[in-house]
């Protein structure tokens, strides 16, 4: 769980590693999601394995999405800056084998609050 106190401009920083080699394989898409609460789920953005990155164009300004590799785990990290109470959420990563959209493993979410 993570909470922010709107203080001027703020960064939130996560990460996600995914330590399961066959659930880590190259040649998939990874993607940051998230769920205000009483909506539903937004896409922010994700991140295929070459490192080409695609955002949300209503967060692309505030997003960043990188990741790094080891021989050991893959970790995925999201960087959302400027946050305001409107980015209080529970943040997923998620895997996308195609591209499309489709997720086949969900990280198990993280609680961000933001109060001003």
């Known amino acids: 769980q993570v909470q922010l106190q709107e203080s001027g401009p703020q960064t939130l920083s996560l990460t996600c590693t995914v330590s399961n080699d066959s659930i880590a394989t190259n040649y998939y898409y990874w993607s940051w999601i998230r769920q205000p609460p009483g909506k539903g789920l937004e896409w922010m953005g994700a991140?295929?394995?070459?490192?080409?990155?695609?955002?949300s164009p209503s967060l692309k300004s505030r997003t960043s999405i990188s990741r790094d590799t080891s021989k050991n785990h893959f970790t995925l990290h999201l960087h959302l800056s400027s946050v305001t109470p409107e980015d209080t959420a529970v943040y997923y990563c998620?895997?996308?084998?195609?591209?499309?959209?489709?997720?086949?493993?969900w990280g198990q979410g993280t609680q961000v609050t933001v109060s001003s």
């Open positions: 998620a895997r996308d084998p195609a591209g499309d959209y489709y997720y086949d493993y």
């Open positions: 991140i295929y394995y070459s490192g080409s990155t695609y955002y």
